[in-house]
Every structure is written in C-alpha cells, then in structure tokens.
C-alpha cells in the first residue's frame, strides 16, 4: 500500500503570528515555522500502518516555499520513505482552488492507494482541502475522522458531531482527513534525523504538473493588525467576586 500524507508548515502557534499587512499573507519571518501538528498526528497514522505491514509505503508531500523543505526532511526523520516538494513562485499566495489542484496534479504523478490528510491546519483553518481534492481526483473522501482503520482494499472511519457518531467506509484510493483524537506523533530518532538525509525528494514546480487552475480566484484585499491586547479586569474575592462575575458576564451579555 503506498500512502501519501500531506504535510503543511505553519508558524509556530507558541509564538507571535502575524500577517503582512502590505500583501495580506502570512508573515513566515515572524515566527518559527513548524510542522503542524495535525499534519504529524497524520503521519503517525501511516507510520503506525507501516509498523504493522513493513511493504507500506509512506510518502510525505507539501506545498510551500523552499524553507518547507526543511518540514519534510523531519517527516523522512521520524520514517517516512520519501518526500514530495511542491515549490513555486507562481503559489505565493495560493487559495484552497489553486492549492488543491496543484496537489492533486501532484498525488496523482505520485500514485497512492490513499491521500491522508489533517482536518484543517492551524493557520488557514479553512478544512475544506479535503473534500477538494477528492473532487479533483474523482475519488470518495471521508473527512474529520476521529478513529479509522485501514486495510489493503478498504478504510473504515468514525466521525463524531453534534448530532451522532457516523460509521464510514470506502473502497482505495480514497482521501480521508483526521482530527486530533487520533494519537500524538512520535518523536524521530538518532538513527531516522541520519538516514532522512538520504531519502530522496522529489521537487516539482508549476511546469511540472498539469492543473486545472492556474491562478488563484481569491484574493485580500485588505489587511491591518489588530489591536493590542488590554489588561484584563482582576476580581478580588473579598466577599463580593460571585456578584462581580455575574454582573461582568451579564454587561458582557454572556449569560
């Protein structure tokens, strides 16, 4: 089974995030740039299907400029096979149209038996890739599971909301999305940070691939910083601080 698991760089969400104000896009200098964290949990979900079927193959794939590079050489680390590195002047900026079928272009030059994805990244929080990319692809999606397993034909998933738990199941390939139930990353070992250097990387440009969208249909077009943050009201418990917070969370109309 060959899986492609999509990974993104984000800033990190520990540190001060901001957004350009002049392009309206992320300012990737001003903060640490990570994996995100439901991309790693994704991961894990192909590794841990590696570890119990070693002919799995994992491939890990991003869309970003060249420092994302450096997110894929950690996934070679913790055990991915090999890497995918979408690059390109043309994707500064890219929406969700753009960016799924340039990825979809890609998945389908790679060849899989199942796209696995995160629900939604930290940044973007847009969770709708998914869906996307299983329409570029003619292929059934199963998006916010929270527990799936998977076997050579078939993935099963559960997707739980407000309304009730849902048993999914679709035959591969298929696109699935996860969500953050599913268990933390493991961490890459000495000998995996060693042997990712020599995995290979695969890099495509916009050249490279045949998409059906080339230019990104939306765009900002205005941006400013919000504003800073005021001290907060301290509630002195000295007889009186239930009275305070009733009334503080009724002037604020929240109760």
Do not use: C
Not at 71 to 100: C, F, Q, W
Not at 158 to 185: C, K
Not at 218 to 236: F, I, Y
């Amino acid at each position: 089974m060959k899986i492609i698991v999509l990974i993104k760089q984000v800033p990190d969400t520990w540190s001060d995030r901001r957004i350009d104000t002049a392009t309206g896009l992320i300012d990737r200098a001003a903060s640490d740039r990570v994996i995100d964290e439901i991309s790693e949990r994704a991961l894990e979900v192909a590794l841990a299907r590696k570890d119990g079927d070693k002919a799995t193959e994992v491939v890990v794939m991003t869309m970003g400029p060249p420092e994302a590079k450096d997110a894929l050489r950690k996934a070679l680390a913790m055990g991915a096979d090999s890497a995918v590195h979408i690059s390109d002047e043309g994707l500064t900026g890219a929406d969700a149209l753009l960016t799924s079928s340039v990825i979809a272009a890609a998945a389908r030059d790679t060849g899989f038996d199942l796209l696995l994805t995160g629900n939604e990244s930290t940044d973007g929080r847009g969770g709708i890739l998914p869906a996307m990319l299983a329409e570029h692809l003619g292929l059934p999606v199963l998006s916010f599971l929270d527990h799936l397993d998977i076997d050579a034909g078939t993935v099963r998933g559960r997707r739980s909301g407000d309304a009730g738990t849902l048993e999914l199941s679709a035959a591969l390939p298929a696109v699935i999305s996860i969500t953050e139930q599913l268990p933390d990353a493991r961490f890459a070992s000495f000998k995996g940070i060693m042997t990712a250097k020599k995995k290979p990387v695969v890099a495509y440009g916009l050249v490279d691939l045949e998409t059906s969208a080339m230019d990104a249909r939306s765009t900002v077009l205005a941006a400013e910083q919000g504003p800073p943050r005021t001290a907060g009201t301290v509630v002195v418990d000295d007889g009186r601080a239930v009275a305070e917070l009733v009334d503080y969370l009724a002037a604020a109309r929240l109760v």
